[in-house]
């Protein structure tokens, strides 16, 4: 059983007016009911929704006995059935959008064939005046959801509407539940006949709610015939112990369950009632294995595909850890293309027969039997891939036999593209200083709060161009890496410069593994051998390589804003025409040391006069197209780029 719980505010407080927030409610799970000696009376166990709101973990303190197991620790306490502000009923699906979109009699008879607006004075669709409800979430904020006039006037005819919201509006049946059939028949009538009246709807949230089971769910969405869409947000069903179909999902396209602290084998007891799913979004449901509760995998059940259509998964926020099982466990998806894990816990991505794989990181090797050959995006942002042995270059490795596919890679936010690989670019403490450090602050994967925080933003760490150009030399086949194109122009840049680094000693060739040599051999054939010359110091290329890469370096000016103070108000730097202006920007906060987002800042070409001229060229660069090379926009030796406030 689900409820509710919002208290009464005390009588020393004002009452809430219009226009003015009310108590926020919190969400939870009644485990139990019944006595709590040697207190008198009845108990409700209840496991919030949101941790930090519970006592304890079902154990009466005072007396030691346990009455209930939350799935949560630390997210239980006891509460009185009659407590003020406690729902244990909730509201049927047409009572809820009754409440939120309709009069009480707009509904009451079956012969219209369209929901009208609710009625009453009339109000002038321009007016302003709104009224707020205040909701609890798992992230220790409130969200505030503005009720005002112009909302109220889109919904003249219900039954043209496409997507209806009914998140926090306690939905928590279908119908109204009777233990006589005929009055079961009924409610089943009505809510047909609402779901008819619904004709056009494709999309519906009903996150936060308190629907007990997935069951009850499937109840709604089979009267809605177009509906493709389904946000479950945060909601806490009750656990599937055995496969399930239910046909009320067999249409949806794209499912929501971030926040419900389902497990991948539930996932699989569902699957058989989603044929024709093609996005799941999984996120923010503290898993750390996709195996069952043991931590083993049932290897049958892990052979049998499900999802025959699913092409996107979306695993963030969660605290997997263990990349092998994540491709073993996700092999059962036969047409998956996109994978994201970012904000997951992956300090590694060896694959078990990576050694065994091919010596030349582009030869053709027969595909292995449980792979996601498919896959063409992965997403591992904010992980704790700090080694580029175990990282980058296991990617590299393993990609051509298990993800022959693959193109796009985002690793924004790992220790690879914080920093670039030294003499010791294997030893964890000189690879990134202060990644340990920054394991203690609270992260998404980590803090129980923010791990459930469904808007909050990441965080990451500025992006070192030497993480990126090597990321891009040794990965032949990343055509777009952070969600910005390679270049043939950025890739031949990328080659040169890891070629020279190796060179110079800033990276220690005798500590690269077999396919990243394998894949230096290959580099070093494209653009020639970069040896210490023995007549000079400096480093020479063969006659058949290309000009040195440090030759076609151009230096720039950066003038920053007063505000970046104590920063210097300008600097240089020196970087290659192929660069992208957005890696530039990257470059200059790590010069600056401070953030300097798109949305209060943009950046400013000022080109020298051309010869003859005396007045210097402004070029204004629009923060959506700096995905564009300095090159562009004209940008060359000498020239300044200057960081401007918004106005």
């Not at 209930?68 to 406690?86: E, M, N, V, W």
């Not at 083993?296 to 259509?309: E, G, N, R, T």
Request: proline fraction near 8%; hydrophobic fraction near 35%.
């Amino acid at each position: 059983m689900r409820c509710s719980y919002a208290p009464t505010p005390s009588t020393s407080s004002s009452a809430p007016t219009s226009g003015t927030a009310s108590r926020p409610a919190q969400l939870g799970s009644v485990l139990y009911k019944g006595p709590v000696p040697p207190t008198k009376g009845t108990w409700l166990g209840i496991e919030w929704d949101e941790p930090s709101r519970g006592r304890h973990s079902g154990v009466y303190d005072k007396t030691g006995v346990r009455y209930f197991h939350p799935r949560i620790q630390g997210a239980g306490s006891f509460l009185r059935p009659d407590a003020k502000g406690l729902d244990l009923r909730g509201k049927t699906f047409e009572e809820a959008l009754r409440a939120k979109y309709l009069d009480d009699d707009d509904c009451g008879d079956g012969d219209n064939n369209v929901l009208e607006a609710r009625s009453g004075p009339q109000i002038d669709p321009l007016d302003s005046s709104s009224t707020t409800r205040r909701y609890a979430t798992d992230g220790n904020f409130d969200v505030e959801v503005v009720l005002s006039s112009k909302v109220t006037e889109r919904f003249h005819q219900l039954g043209r509407l496409r997507e209806v919201g009914l998140e926090w509006e306690s939905v928590s049946a279908a119908m109204g539940v009777t233990d006589d059939g005929e009055s079961r028949a009924r409610a089943l009538g009505a809510l047909q006949e609402l779901g008819r009246r619904l004709s056009r709807l494709e999309v519906l949230n009903l996150s936060f709610s308190l629907l007990p089971s997935l069951h009850e769910a499937a109840e709604v969405a089979n009267v809605l015939s177009r509906l493709v869409h389904l946000s479950l947000n945060g909601n806490r069903f009750t656990r599937l112990v055995e496969p399930t179909q239910l046909p009320g999902f067999a249409r949806l396209r794209r499912l929501q369950l971030n926040s419900t602290l389902m497990t991948w084998t539930e996932i699989r007891h569902a699957a058989p009632s989603f044929p024709n799913l093609e996005e799941l979004e999984f996120g923010h449901n503290r898993l750390r294995s996709l195996c069952g509760p043991a931590g083993q995998a049932d290897s049958s059940a892990s052979s049998l595909l499900i999802f025959p259509k699913l092409v996107r998964l979306n695993l963030e926020a969660n605290e997997l850890g263990d990349w092998h099982e994540i491709v073993e466990q996700l092999n059962c998806l036969p047409s998956l293309t996109d994978l994201v894990l970012s904000s997951n816990r992956l300090s590694s991505l060896v694959l078990p027969d990576s050694a065994s794989s091919s010596s030349s990181p582009t030869a053709h090797v027969p595909e292995p039997r449980h792979r996601l050959r498919h896959l063409r995006h992965l997403d591992l942002v904010d992980n704790l891939l700090d080694s580029w042995t175990s990282s980058v270059d296991a990617l590299g490795a393993s990609a051509p036999t298990n993800f022959p596919t693959l193109q796009s890679v985002r690793l924004r936010g790992n220790g690879v593209t914080s920093s670039r690989p030294s003499t010791t670019a294997d030893d964890p403490a000189n690879a990134v200083p202060d990644r340990r450090a920054a394991e203690a602050q609270p992260s998404p994967a980590s803090n129980p709060d923010l791990a459930h925080d469904l808007d909050q933003p990441p965080h990451p760490e500025p992006a070192s161009p030497y993480g990126r150009l090597l990321i891009i030399a040794r990965l032949a086949f990343v055509m777009d890496l952070d969600g910005s194109p390679v270049s043939r122009a950025e890739r031949d840049d990328a080659e040169r410069f890891w070629v020279e680094q190796l060179a110079k000693g800033a990276e220690d060739e005798a500590q690269l593994g077999e396919w990243a040599r394998t894949r230096l051999r290959e580099v070093r054939l494209k653009h020639g051998q970069v040896e210490p010359s023995r007549d000079n110091p400096a480093f020479s290329t063969s006659t058949s390589s290309r000009a040195k890469l440090k030759d076609r370096l151009i230096h720039l000016h950066v003038r920053l804003p007063p505000s970046t103070s104590p920063s210097p108000s300008s600097t240089s730097l020196a970087v290659l025409p192929s660069l992208r202006t957005l890696l530039l920007r990257a470059q200059i906060v790590r010069i600056a040391r401070l953030p300097l987002p798109k949305s209060q800042y943009r950046l400013v070409a000022v080109l020298q006069p051309a010869e003859g001229e005396t007045d210097e060229v402004r070029v204004e660069i629009p923060p959506a197209e700096e995905g564009k090379e300095l090159s562009w926009w004209g940008i060359g030796d000498g020239d300044t780029v200057e960081v401007v406030p918004m106005e």
